[in-house]
T-cell receptor, first 117, second 114 residues
Framework: DAGVIQSPRHEVTEMGQEVTLRCKPI?????LFWYRQTMMRGLELLIY????????DSGMPEDRFSAKMPNASFSTLKIQPSEPRDSAVYFC???????????????FGPGTRLTVL | AQSVAQPEDQVNVAEGNPLTVKCTYS??????LFWYVQYPNRGLQFLLK??????LVKGSYGFEAEFNKSQTSFHLKKPSALVSDSALYFC????????????FGKGTHLIIQP
């Protein structure tokens, strides 16, 4: 199993530019989560999907952030326009909840380190 | 609302000694509790979880954790520390087993001294 795949691993951009982060969940998993990690705020949940449908986006900091999951094997997190305070490590995680299987451990990708200058 | 507290920013242990990393939680329903480890410039790796059943949970790399409902704690333990255990450890909680996202503690740096 390849695990959760994220790209790019590192992204450096200038303020005002659009940034797109990508995630491929573990095959067969039905939940996908986006988290952000900063020194000040730790790990925060941004949004999560179930069967490609956004369930809770209350953690998305503002309208500059958007996320999509067009199919079961791909999700994007987009920031437009980007700001220096968006600099962080963004993690994608997936899990299988299914029909009460309780195999609901979230498995994390390696993260994308975003730097906005 | 749910929350997790990891009261120690850093824990120092000599190699071969037992280690404990503390975690307390707050949820309104039944707690689902998790420990993850993060090595530098890497993602989070799952160590173990408590869902129900035996209060002592065994996980990867010789780690275990004890669920204590009365003290709302879920401390991570290992009988004999290795230098390679040095990393950042996160405790996380979810309420009631739903597929909501995890709420994480701030993390504890574990340093194992040779």
């Amino acid at each position: 199993d390849a695990g959760v795949i994220q790209s790019p691993r590192h992204e450096v951009t200038e303020m005002g530019q659009e940034v797109t982060l990508r995630c491929k969940p573990i095959s067969g998993h039905d939940y996908l989560f986006w988290y952000r990690q900063t020194m000040m705020r730790g790990l925060e949940l941004l949004i999560y999907f179930n069967n490609n449908v956004p369930i809770d986006d209350s953690g998305m900091p503002e309208d500059r952030f958007s996320a999509k999951m067009p199919n079961a094997s791909f999700s994007t997190l987009k920031i437009q326009p980007s700001e220096p305070r968006d600099s962080a490590v963004y993690f994608c995680a997936s899990s299988l909840v299914g029909s009460g299987s309780f195999t609901d451990t979230q498995y994390f990708g390696p993260g994308t380190r975003l730097t906005v200058l | 609302a749910q929350s997790v507290a990891q009261p120690e920013d850093q824990v120092n242990v000599a190699e071969g000694n037992p280690l404990t990393v503390k975690c307390t939680y707050s949820v309104s329903g039944n707690p689902y509790l998790f420990w993850y480890v993060q090595y530098p410039n890497r993602g989070l790796q799952f160590l173990l979880k408590y869902i129900t059943g035996d209060n002592l949970v065994k996980g990867s790399y010789g780690f275990e954790a004890e669920f204590n409902k009365s003290q709302t704690s879920f401390h991570l333990k290992k009988p004999s520390a290795l230098v390679s255990d040095s990393a950042l450890y996160f405790c996380a909680v979810r309420d009631g087993g739903g597929a909501d996202g995890l709420t994480f503690g701030k993390g504890t740096h574990l340093i194992i001294q040779p």
